[in-house]
């Protein structure tokens, strides 16, 4: 396929391309306008992937959220902006945001202080750094859902380890059912989460603090500054770039937050929807799951309420981009 | 935090050197701990892929009683990873190869800024970062349906090429475009066509771009779940995430069969990891902080 359209776009250009000048006025001219566009010779076929894969969902998906189609059938009359309504005046949504919005900002404390100091900690270079940077980075390269299998094994009451590895420590009173108490399961969901995102925030981090001078930090020694001060007035404003790199990547990731929780507590964000996010919540009104009645399975409606969130989302990491830049500049 | 305290005159030779042992110990003791609550869980895992069932239950921590191996040759047959693991690798060699080649054809048409379409165009494609996968997924089902691509691999790469562009174009145009003008120009007076530029003098200049962006977009290829998971629903076209998935909603209680496929299906892309830990890291991150 991609062969095929790549032998396509050379015959022009040949033409385009070569002994122009030999040619006669008019096709002289010709040809300067077949070299003015030649380039997009070259964007054509990736265009034409993009157009269809991408452009036509986009904007077809758009059409149906104004309709009333269930998913099945041709039952495509218009209802306008009805969906969106619906979406934001039923509590579920707000549920599964303020979910994705505590998941986001404990994560957040949670890679910029444990993250962040042990991307100090190698920094320092002690030995073997490259053995540690490899194995913290790991989980990064394993997909959500064998974390989320992981754990389940870990955290399971019947099979894991967790629990006897508590009663062993004489810790027995700690042991829960993890997954299933409405309780914890949330903030499990957010540990589990924890242990696969770490290696961003230290990567991201590292690379901040290698790019930092030494000059820098040695001159503030010199003036006098003790190690808390060098860290907190020299280098963590220098740290400020890594700092909105991994807030906005940790923004994004959250809100947009699905494998995980489907894996570790399945698409209806069970205990009573007490991990329910906003990928689990379109994912459930598209498709259904086991609590849902059929009347609130609707393909336009899911497709509405991914559009709320993709709006939202686009107006927010705008925002916080700019925020953070600005401090950026004035640190 | 007064290890990083500690930490930070390292470089003063002379200065306290019993604190600075302390110190080192410290961190070591840390980076030690780090570590192995990294790395239990995956070993954890790869012990209990050796378990039966009754092992399970009878003895959750401590080695295997006696190694259940065929829950690898199971999980081979029984959970179709003779199918899902080509397909997963079928899918995310011509999807990376696929992308990453119309992606740096993109670039380069586009990294003359002052050609006409040549802004708008790249706005375009870098705007695709932004559209989640949520909203256009379910109309790409319908779309791949009508296009009769259901049920075979295409209606995984397909969509995946496209998905993976907007990367590749973002972080392939600014540097096709910081290739020297006077390269490009010495080649067009030696006769070179457009297309000869390309393959000759920007390509070759492309390639460490080109290993971030396969990267990039062979990790989440890989590891990808949502989308196969609505387009693809017998094993003959699922990847293998998905494939689990489906394997346990079968078999809720066969534990060791999951983890064993969850093992075979991590091991590549650890294996690959392993071998270009440094490309792994910076191209991921790269890509991570321009997204």
């Known amino acids: 396929m991609v062969d095929q359209l790549a032998s396509v776009n050379r015959a022009p250009l040949a033409q385009s391309g070569s002994d122009v000048p030999r040619r006669p006025l008019a096709a002289r001219r010709r040809g300067k306008t077949a070299r003015k566009y030649a380039h997009l010779w070259f964007v054509l076929p990736g265009l034409l992937f993009f157009c269809l894969f991408m452009i036509y969902p986009a904007i077809s998906g758009f059409a149906i959220s104004l309709t009333a189609w269930t998913g099945v059938g041709n039952d495509f009359h218009f209802i306008g902006l009805q969906n969106f309504v ?15 919005l505590i998941m986001f900002v404990a994560i957040l404390i949670f890679q910029h202080t444990v993250g962040l100091f042990i991307a100090v900690q190698l920094n320092a270079k002690p030995r073997f750094m490259e053995v540690y940077r490899t194995i913290l980075f790991l989980p990064v390269i394993i997909s959500l859902v064998s974390t989320g299998f992981i754990w389940t094994l870990m955290l399971s009451p019947n099979i ?19 997954l299933s108490d409405p309780h914890l399961a949330l903030p499990t969901v957010i540990a589990v989460q924890c242990w696969n995102v770490l290696g961003w925030a230290i990567i991201i981090y590292l690379a901040g603090l290698q790019s930092i001078p030494e000059e820098l930090v040695q001159a503030a020694e010199m003036d006098g500054a003790n190690g808390w001060q060098r860290f907190w007035r020299v280098v963590f404003p220098l740290l400020s770039p890594s700092f909105t790199s ?45 609590s849902m009645s059929s009347n609130d399975v609707r393909m336009s409606y899911a497709i509405a309420i991914a559009l709320i969130v993709f709006v939202a989302m686009a107006v927010v990491s705008t925002i916080l981009i700019r925020v953070l830049r600005r401090r950026e500049i004035d640190a | 935090m007064t290890m990083t305290v500690a930490a930070i005159p390292h470089r003063k ?41 009754a092992d ?73 970062l932004l559209v989640p996968v949520q909203m256009i997924i379910l109309p790409l089902f319908i779309l791949l349906k009508q296009l009769g691509l259901f049920g075979t691999l295409f209606a995984l790469i397909l969509p995946y090429i496209a998905l993976g562009l907007p990367l590749g174009v973002l972080v392939l145009t600014p540097i096709a475009a910081a290739i020297p003008r006077d390269l490009v120009s010495a080649a067009q007076v030696d006769g070179a066509t457009e297309w000869q530029i390309y393959r000759r003098v920007v390509l070759p200049l492309l390639k460490p771009g080109l290993i971030s962006v396969a990267i990039l977009n062979g990790v989440w290829m890989w590891n990808e779940f949502f989308i196969p998971l609505i387009v693809a629903f017998r094993p003959q ?5 998905v494939g ?48």
């Not at chain 2, 604190?19 to 070993?43: E, M, N």
């Not at chain 2, 079928?90 to 002052?114: D, M, N, P, Q, Y």
């Not at chain 2, 209680?253 to 890291?281: C, D, H, K, N």
Request: proline share 5%.
């Open chain 2, 56 to 128: 399970f239950f009878g003895n959750p921590y401590g080695l295997p009683t006696d190694w259940a191996f065929d829950n690898y040759t199971r999980a081979w047959t029984d959970a179709h990873v003779s199918i899902t693991l080509p397909n997963t690798i079928i899918v995310t060699l011509c999807s990376v190869a696929g992308s990453t080649f119309l992606a740096s054809l993109i670039a380069f048409g586009l990294s003359r800024k002052e050609r006409p379409l040549a802004i708008g165009l790249y706005t375009l494609f870098v705007s695709g």
């Open chain 2, 13 to 53: 030779p002379r200065s306290r050197k019993q604190d600075r042992r302390a110190a080192s110990f410290a961190r070591h003791l840390l980076l030690i701990a780090v570590s192995i609550i990294i790395l239990l869980p995956i070993g954890y895992m790869i012990l209990a892929s050796f378990k039966s069932v």
């Open chain 1, 160 to 178: 894991g380890v967790i629990n006897p590895l508590l009663q062993s420590m004489g810790l027995g009173f700690l042991a829960h059912s993890w």
């Open chain 2, 244 to 291: 689990i998935v489906s394997f346990i909603g079968v078999y809720s209680t066969e534990w060791g069969l999951v983890f064993a496929s969850v093992v075979i299906s991590t091991i590549p892309i650890v294996v690959a990891y392993l071998l270009m830990t440094r490309q792994f890291q910076s191209g991921l991150t790269a890509g991570a902080l321009k997204g």
């Open chain 1, 246 to 290: 991994l807030t906005v990547l940790t923004f994004i990731g959250q809100f947009r937050v699905f494998d995980i929780v489907y894996v570790l507590t399945g698409p209806i964000g069970s205990p009573n929807f007490e991990t329910d996010v906003l990928g689990t919540l379109i994912y459930r009104s598209a498709f259904g799951g086991s």
């Open chain 2, 237 to 241: 076209a699922q990847t293998m995430p």
């Open chain 1, 86 to 100: 619906t979406a934001l005046t039923s509590w579920p949504l707000y549920r599964a945001a303020w979910h994705n």
